[in-house]
């Protein structure tokens, strides 16, 4: 749908992006509080002036450069639809004020070959210096541009409900283009970014919203019938569905969460699932009594740890700017104690996945040496072995997922194994 480009459109996201660069909340969630806020916007307003702050968010540190001394939140704004949109000076043109048109003819000239990697590739220095200690010089800008862009809409076939090839034909018949995702057999990927929540396929429960790749984390626990499962970090459940759908609704599978109100955003999407086996328990902290109670009976844990979300980038934009490496050092201790605390459910024989969402060594890879280390116990299984048994072609005994190889968010995950007597 083509939007109506008028100076009072252009002005809501000059008022959004003023919010947002507060950081002082996450973008989407100021982002939805400023539709509600104005819900005289239709569908192709909301989709302008939310792709337009966004693309300020992810390209932020090479437009600034570009805007040198005349900064302002206009002029980011501007740069963003010229730039990196690629709007023309025509199509801008019902906004622009004296002078604009030549100063954006400048801007579209700039040589940003002068500017540092860290910059070109719209990356905070301290997080461009951290991924160099995982990624060539050469793969890093590779990276980045595929951070930079938006993400697909991913959905995963419920399959107490239904299956993929009949929810592509219900798709196809509604109107909606879409086609089988290429990593997850769960997969639907759509062409277009329809909305979805009041349709009756999702009122009825035939899918979820669910990147690809956090579905490949899912598949990666082989949750089977019958079993006592913990999804130790459920949030709102995304993970959880998938888990209670691969256990085909028996056995118990709690899901544990310390945040209230996520695990309440479980409930409503549990009540479309048809799921019965799921068991939501809020906890104090990971050392709680209901987490003891458990303690060596539970065949599967999936820990899908609090983490930086930088693997999310395409989604949360903003997360590059809300965080430092003070902040990333508390998480990487969250997550070794969560870690150390979900693996005490663990009955002999059973298998715990660490998995994360983002592409720093510290939170992935280094969390889990350092356990196996300290807990001789565990082993770790291949994570190619798990999903090649369930069709799924990626290669790797631990499973790094990034946007510019395999097309979906940045993920992680171990698969470890606590060794029986
Ligand atoms: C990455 S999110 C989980 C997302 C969820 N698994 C999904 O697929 O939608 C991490 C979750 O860990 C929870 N969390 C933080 N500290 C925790 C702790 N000590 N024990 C259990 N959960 C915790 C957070 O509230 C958050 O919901």
Known sequence: MKVRFTPALFAHAETLLGQLLN?????????????REHRQLGHADRGFVAETVFAVLRRGRSIEARCADNLSDRRRLLVALLVVRGWNLRELAPVLKAGEEAWLSSVAAFDESALS?????????????????????????????????????????????T???????QLAEAGIAAQPGAWSPLAVRLRDKPALAKHPLFLGGAF???????????????????????????GAGGKTLLLGAQMRNTGRLYALDVSERRLSKLKPRLARSGL??????????????????MAGKVDRVLVD???????????NPD???????????????????????????????????????????????????????????????????????????????????????????????????????
């Not at 860290?118 to 980045?144: G, H, K, M, N, Q």
């Not at 990666?220 to 006592?228: S, T």
């Not at 086996?277 to 109670?293: C, L, T, W, Y």
């Open 276 to 293: 019965s086996n799921v068991h939501p328990v809020r906890i104090e902290h990971e050392r709680d009594q209901k987490v003891k109670r």
């Open 208 to 234: 979820e919203v669910q990147d690809e790749g956090s579905q490949l984390l899912g598949l990666l626990v082989e949750a089977k019938r019958g079993e006592m499962v913990v999804d130790f970090c459920a």
């Open 319 to 421: 997360l590059k700017w809300r965080q430092d490496a003070a902040s990333i050092a508390e998480l990487t201790a969250k997550q070794t104690n969560i870690l150390a605390a979900a693996a005490t459910l663990l009955r002999p024989g059973g298998r715990l996945v660490y998995a994360t969402c983002s592409l720093l060594a510290e939170e992935n890879e280094r969390i889990v040496d350092a356990f196996l280390a300290a807990h001789p116990a565990f082993r770790l299984v291949p994570a190619e072995q798990v999903l090649a048994r369930q069709g799924v072609a990626v290669s790797g005994d631990m499973l790094h997922l990034l946007p510019h190889l395999h097309d979906t968010d940045g993920f992680f995950a171990a698969v470890l194994e606590k060794q029986n007597g």
């Open 163 to 169: 299956d993929r090839q009949a929810l592509l034909a």
């Open 117 to 161: 990697p860290a910059v070109r590739c719209d990356l905070p220095d301290w997080l461009y210096e951290r991924l160099l200690t995982s990624f060539t010089a050469d793969a890093i800008p590779v990276l980045a541009e595929a951070l930079n862009r938006p993400a697909p809409l991913d959905l995963r076939v419920n399959t107490l409900k």
């Open 305 to 315: 740890a609090p983490c930086s979300g930088l693997g999310t980038l395409r989604r």
């Open 23 to 35: 950081f002082d909340h996450p973008a989407d969630a100021v982002v939805s509080r400023y539709f």
